[in-house]
């Protein structure tokens, strides 16, 4: 990390391509993605860690963006909801959302999508009470929760099915 006239300059690796960015010594993650790299998948829903909304993978571990700071990423692997298809070909959870209508104003949605790839990783065949238990962090206001439990279990059978 570089400290400028202009910032910090910071080298991360975002959705496994190399990145460096400008940004404040303030800004969070959520604000360098939205703002300094125009990935606006990453929703603000609270701006204070209550929603989920903002959830991306830093190294591997589930974080809320809006939590972590900019300069924290330094040297470090992010994936967000930008990285979830590979170019036209949706991941199986982006699917079933769409298959389950787990999904109305969507400004929850990529925080849940990442949420879930997490929890799919940690554990391949979660119970309905384990996916509820591991999604509580990402709150909804549109759909409620059960289609996007089915969605997520509906995934995972079908991921399942493919290891």
Not at 5 to 27: C, K, V
Not at 31 to 47: I, P, Y
Not at 62 to 82: K, P
Request: charged share 25%; with cysteine; proline share 3%.
């Amino acid at each position: 990390m570089t400290t400028t006239e202009d910032g910090i300059l910071i080298r991360t690796t975002i959705n496994g391509d190399p990145t460096t960015f400008l940004a404040s010594q303030r800004d969070s993650l959520l604000e360098a993605l939205r703002e300094r790299l125009n990935m606006t998948g990453s929703k603000e829903g609270c701006n204070n860690g209550n929603c989920g909304a903002c959830s991306v993978l830093l190294d591997g571990r589930l974080v809320n963006s809006c939590l972590v700071l900019a300069a924290e990423v330094e040297g470090a692997r992010v994936d967000t909801i930008e990285g979830m298809a590979e170019g036209e070909q949706l991941h199986p959870l982006q699917r079933a959302f769409l298959e389950e209508a787990a999904l109305q104003c969507g400004i929850c949605t990529p925080g849940f999508l990442v949420a879930s790839r997490a929890l799919l990783a940690e554990n391949p065949r979660p119970t309905e009470e384990e996916a509820r238990f591991w999604l509580a962090g990402n709150l909804c206001r549109c759909t409620g929760y059960d289609k996007i439990i089915r969605a997520v279990l509906k995934a995972a059978g079908e991921m399942d099915g493919k290891r």
